[in-house]
């Protein structure tokens, strides 16, 4: 009988779902399986991104619902917490600190290369602000920051 192959350790990959709406059959094609399918090749970490949910108008309770579904639907697909590492956000402190951290030090320019940054500068210069960019940047939409973590994968830091 051959033994499981362990992944590299040095192959990490990180995913993160954010509970906005129900998962679909599109979820489950286009994300999910290849998660599956990743944890034995790769150290894995996957996550509820329910503080990132937060983030646009919501309702609290829908969103505690939608964030136990959706952990027991990654189960249920065959996630495996022995070969990868289930999280969720908002009970990892440190993301928190993370987050803060980040923002305070990411440039302009490296956010603007984030396609939902373009998104939120575009929006704001709709509703009439002139300075959007930085405006995202500072308040993000409704006030609440835009996170810089994509920003700073991006430009590989």
């Known amino acids: 009988m051959t033994q ?5 350790p040095t192959d990490r990959r990180l995913s993160l779902l954010t509970p906005s709406a129900r ?3 599109g979820n ?8 599956v399918t990743a ?15 937060m983030t646009t108008p919501h309702d609290p309770t829908k969103l505690r619902v939608l964030t136990r579904e ?10 495996d917490p022995e070969r990868a590492t289930l999280f969720q956000q908002s009970r990892v402190p440190t993301h928190t600190a993370l987050a ?12 603007g290369r984030m396609i939902q940054f373009k998104g939120e500068a575009e929006s704001g210069r709709r509703r ?17 920051g835009h996170p810089a973590l994509p920003a700073f994968a991006r430009a590989g830091r």
Do not use: K, N, W
Not at 70 to 79: D, I, K, P, S, V
Not at 130 to 141: F, I, K, M, N
């Open 70 to 79: 959706f952990q027991t639907l990654l189960l249920a697909c065959g996630l």
């Open 28 to 35: 489950y094609l286009g994300a999910v399986r290849q998660m």
């Open 128 to 144: 009439g602000h002139r300075d959007t960019r930085l405006a995202v940047h500072l308040s993000g939409p409704d006030g609440r």
């Open 39 to 53: 944890q034995d090749e790769a150290t894995c970490f996957y996550g509820i991104s329910d503080l990132h949910a």
């Open 4 to 8: 499981p192959t362990r992944p590299s």
């Open 23 to 25: 998962l679909t059959l």
């Open 100 to 111: 803060h951290l980040l923002e305070c030090t990411a440039y302009t320019g490296e956010l």
